[in-house]
């Protein structure tokens, strides 16, 4: 590389979105970059000129082994919507000023569905302007939603902590009885696409009969026939427990958390916030059937558990970051990279760039035959599916009886 | 040994109880008991002559590896309060016959205070009776509330779940920004005792600032204090995140979270379910400063997460189980096993026994100069006096991703 090169990270955090971030910078060292800045807060940060020079916080191949640990954005994130060129052609004039100012030839961007429409219009005005700087997408969610990719990093360690989870959880259940039995629902984040939910059946195994119920976004909700399903098995089971998606909802679109009294809240993408899931249904099984219920929401703790990733998950992530920066080196822009999986048994993937049009805002769901009939449970091929991208562990560096991370002064 | 031992778990279940109950059994073993029984859930099961004999349990050394890493009551669970002896006479009579049928020797029961009443009152009903049934108690609540112990299993493993996942969401919640900075409030066990949530400043180090306010039962809280606290720091930091206990209350006795709508439902021994203390503080705190908050119950996980259990717990969990054992067999009775912390820099502990009528019902609270003057952070001594406890780690053994458990089919 002859210029330098700019990484942000945007969207929800992850446990493995700090690991692309190493790979970027890895490779783009390699490669000869002189410089490698990150944004601070995404393209937010940039807008008002906050950025850090990388090689300040990653000093040695120990603060590159502890990014890779280290849960959330360490760069800090954002979700800001960049307006359509047509709308407001000051802001792109602004970030590409910023851009030449700081001589950058690829500009990469780690992110989810939201993240890929801001390198779609930046990699658009390139093209506009005849500007050769480069940029590329680098795919990032938990919630395994974007099109093209086999899978996103950040999705195979917040499913294997949901599997986890969820069979500690079932576990526990069992242990205190009750007359009338008891009713978990454990709720799962996910606003339109179930893969962190369906997640819950890896808990499933020789020795844990995995949760009872199972209900994604993907299917309308019918509260009747879910009642019934759990009154049935507490006629045979001391203790039921189902995995709900945070945005499942009935026929007529309307959430199931909005049947609880909650506040309206809608985020910068007009995304509405979801939560009371759980403790709705939960409250109103109790009143249905009159049994105990609880209800348990993985919240924030499902994104941030590096202590529990997958070593799948992180290579991946790291992969995506150095093919990132490859692609742009190589020329690329207005790309997104890629997970190809090219076997099952033994599991291969590899990595690939798609054109980012084809990407971007187009969500991925969890296609109908990967449920039962039924509705409210993932088959075998969704188990086959997500199986290989839980395997293996990435240990915690301990300090003290506690996983040691990168440190960035946070104010 | 000349007869059987039969054991029991009871109350809340940990991370660490089954590696008593692992200890209790080949202690037993080791002794030359002939038998060992498991009560299934607790002398409530026993009274319905519940119970299984262990050994086609615990087949081999790696089931044994394997129940230590298992959560929650192997045996089950119950919160069942005996009566008093003079209230009914009838129920000793009926756990005692069924102790003679099964050629009991020694009865070992695994559980917190509530469990500390039952062994006292049994053993005072075998003093009565002249019966040569020996009854010792084997501490365990994550909520290390016992007196005369200086901790007690499951304790250890729970702080350092909650040290690693406030440390996470930490980690978290700055990677978003909103202009009016983030309040995150994490809900922590801890009814009238806040060791566990205490254990929340574990997530302080050189990497990390920790919680900025951490709030237990021992004191009262005040809004006014809280919120003027929160305001001050949002004006120089873009995030808060707060540790409190499920159990917070004001000065006249009534808790944080019965402020918000709760049902009321008191268990088997008269304690109020508290639960929703975190979302009524994030409404309080969204409402009266206009800031974005969240809300985090750790919930059941904290007591679960066995994949994330403290080595120094899971081996003192063994050891306090093979000590009742001894206790038993050398002609102790009405007693409860202790640890006692013998050095801290090495940590040391080794165990006693301690007699029952002076543990039972007395809960130990966070003493006040663990606190500091405003009540709102535990002081050095605290953290010094956790540290050791989450020591060491217990890997899960890992099956196709997810870590095995000692299966029971439970229905």
């Not at 990435?394 to 003290?400: A, Q």
Request: glycine share 10%.
């Amino acid at each position: 590389m002859k210029g330098n090169v700019i990484v942000g990270q945007s969207g929800g955090p992850t446990a493995a979105i700090n690991s692309s971030l190493a790979g970027v910078y890895r490779t783009a060292i390699d490669r000869g970059a002189k410089k490698v800045y990150g944004m601070l807060n995404g393209i937010q940060g940039l807008l008002e000129e906050k950025y850090i020079d990388l090689s300040t916080h990653i000093t040695n191949e120990l603060d590159a082994e502890l990014l890779k640990r280290t849960p959330s954005a360490y760069l800090g994130s954002c979700r800001y919507k960049l307006p359509g060129i047509h709308e407001n052609k000051e802001v792109y004039e602004q970030i590409f000023a910023i851009l030449e100012k700081l001589d950058i030839e690829a500009f990469i961007y780690i992110g989810g569905n939201d993240s890929m429409d801001t390198i779609k219009k930046l990699s658009d005005y390139a093209i506009i302007t005849g500007s050769e700087i480069r940029f590329i997408g680098c795919p990032k969610t938990i919630d395994n939603d974007l099109a093209l990719t086999d899978h996103t990093p950040g999705y195979g360690s917040a499913a294997k902590y949901i599997g986890t989870s969820v069979k500690e959880v079932i576990r526990d259940s069992f242990c205190l009885r009750y007359d009338s039995g008891v009713v978990t629902i454990v709720e799962i984040m996910g606003r339109n696409a179930g893969w962190l939910t369906g997640a819950a059946a890896l808990a499933k195994g020789e020795d844990c009969a995995g949760p009872d119920m199972i209900y994604l976004p993907e299917i309308p909700f019918d509260f009747k026939k879910f009642k019934d399903k759990v009154a049935k098995l507490l006629e045979k089971k001391a203790s039921v427990v189902v995995a709900v998606s945070e945005g499942i909802h009935t026929e007529d679109g309307k959430y199931v958390c909005e049947y609880g009294a909650s506040i309206d809240f809608v985020d910068a993408f007009g995304h509405k916030q979801l939560s009371g899931t759980a403790s709705y249904l939960a409250s109103y099984i109790a009143g249905e059937l009159g049994c105990k219920t609880r209800a348990i929401e993985l919240s924030t703790l499902q994104r941030a558990a590096s202590h529990l990733s997958s070593r799948v998950d992180i290579l991946e992530a790291y992969q995506v970051g150095g093919a990132a920066v490859k692609a742009a080196d190589e020329g690329d822009s207005g790309k997104m990279v890629v997970l190809v999986r090219q076997s099952d048994d033994p599991y291969q993937s590899g990595t690939e760039v798609k054109d980012v049009h084809k990407i971007a805002n187009d969500e991925k769901l969890v296609p109908r035959n990967w449920l039962n009939k039924e509705g409210d449970y993932v088959t075998e091929e969704f188990i086959n599916y997500v199986r290989p991208l839980i395997q293996g562990d990435v240990s915690p560096i301990m300090v003290d009886g506690i996983p040691r991370h990168l440190y960035k002064p946070e104010v």
